[in-house]
Nanobody
Framework: QVQLVESGGGLVQAGGSLRLSCAAS????????MGWFRQAPGKEREFVAA????????SYADSVKGRSTVSRDNNKSTVYLEVNSLKPEDTAVYYC??????????????????WGQGTQVTVSS
């Protein structure tokens, strides 16, 4: 069973930056498409960013495009999400997810097989 653990969340002032990390257990990390999702209070979980197995083809939701970077280090079995110019509307629990098979663009939640427990990001105004 694959375990995903997010870290790096916290409280940050609007305009600041955060770098989230997601560490995966096991030796099959490089075979997974990795994605980031977030869920704000009272809202549905939404797609944020994803990256292919080789780490050379990232994709982003319109809400973070231009101010976010998703990357991965397969040697460390870790995927990262950096968000700059943070806004109060970025406040949410951020989840890391892995998919065994190819996913759509944008991906659907049910296309991902493994999920982390999430890390809280709070952006103050």
């Amino acid at each position: 069973q694959v375990q995903l653990v997010e870290s790096g969340g916290g409280l940050v002032q609007a305009g600041g930056s955060l770098r989230l990390s997601c560490a995966a257990s096991g030796s099959t990390f490089s075979t997974y498409v990795m994605g980031w999702f977030r869920q704000a209070p009272g809202k549905e979980r939404e797609f944020v960013a994803a990256i292919n197995r080789h780490g050379d083809s990232p994709s982003y939701a319109d809400s973070v495009k231009g101010r976010s970077t998703v990357s991965r280090d397969n040697n460390k079995s870790t995927v990262y999400l950096e968000v700059n110019s943070l806004k109060p509307e970025d406040t949410a629990v951020y989840y890391c997810a892995g998919a065994v098979r190819e996913v759509r663009v944008p991906p659907r939640l049910d296309e991902y097989d493994y999920w982390g427990q999430g890390t809280q990001v709070t952006v103050s105004s």
